[in-house]
């Protein structure tokens, strides 16, 4: 079980986020510069903007896409590898709190959460294979990942910077 710390860090344009162990340097740098996610910072509670977000392991020079997809009330996200969907984020309209699904290439996951949205469960087959914890004293959005036993921690990246999009742009 590794736990890490994702940051969104102040950006003149765009969204920038970086991801460490806790208290070590940083392992992932993902950003997006472009217009479009200037706009959905403004209009994405209403209608979700297309636009891109690069994430990178440092370590490894591997590289993700996060795809924000056009929609309306709820964001839906493709998570590409190499020019390959390994990922789709689902957001759906439910009692209460939206009902999150992934369909991957590891498998189907669902995102479970309550009403504040503040704590998240990533389950595979009823089975808790990681967590994602918004940590409260922050002054820009952080986040908490502990991976228990999720297959791809890029991924799982990924997946973490689209809840924070979900659930608290």
């Known amino acids: ?6 940051k969104q860090n102040l ?15 940083n392992l992932y740098e993902a950003k997006s510069t472009s217009p479009l996610a200037e706009v959905d910072k ?5 209608i979700s903007i297309p636009f891109s977000i690069n994430i990178i392991n440092l370590k490894s020079g591997d590289e993700l896409l996060l795809k924000t997809k056009f929609g309306v009330m709820f ?7 190499n020019d390959k969907v390994i990922a789709s984020i689902n957001t ?50 952080a986040y908490e990942i502990t991976n228990i036993n999720f297959e791809n921690t890029d991924l799982l990246i990924a997946i973490a910077i689209s809840v924070d999009h979900n659930f608290h742009d």
């Open 11 to 25: 950006s003149p344009m765009g969204y920038k986020y970086s991801v460490g162990e806790i208290n070590e340097i």
């Open 92 to 141: 759906k309209k439910s009692l209460g709190v939206p009902k999150v699904e992934i369909d991957s290439v590891y498998g189907k996951f669902e995102i479970k959460t309550n009403i504040m949205a503040r704590e998240f469960e990533i389950l595979k087959e009823d089975e808790r294979v990681a967590s994602i914890k918004k940590v409260t004293l922050s002054l820009k959005d």
């Open 75 to 81: 964001k839906n996200y493709e998570v590409l590898e």
């Open 42 to 46: 403004f209009i994405g509670g209403m």
């Open 1 to 6: 079980m590794k736990t890490y710390t994702l």
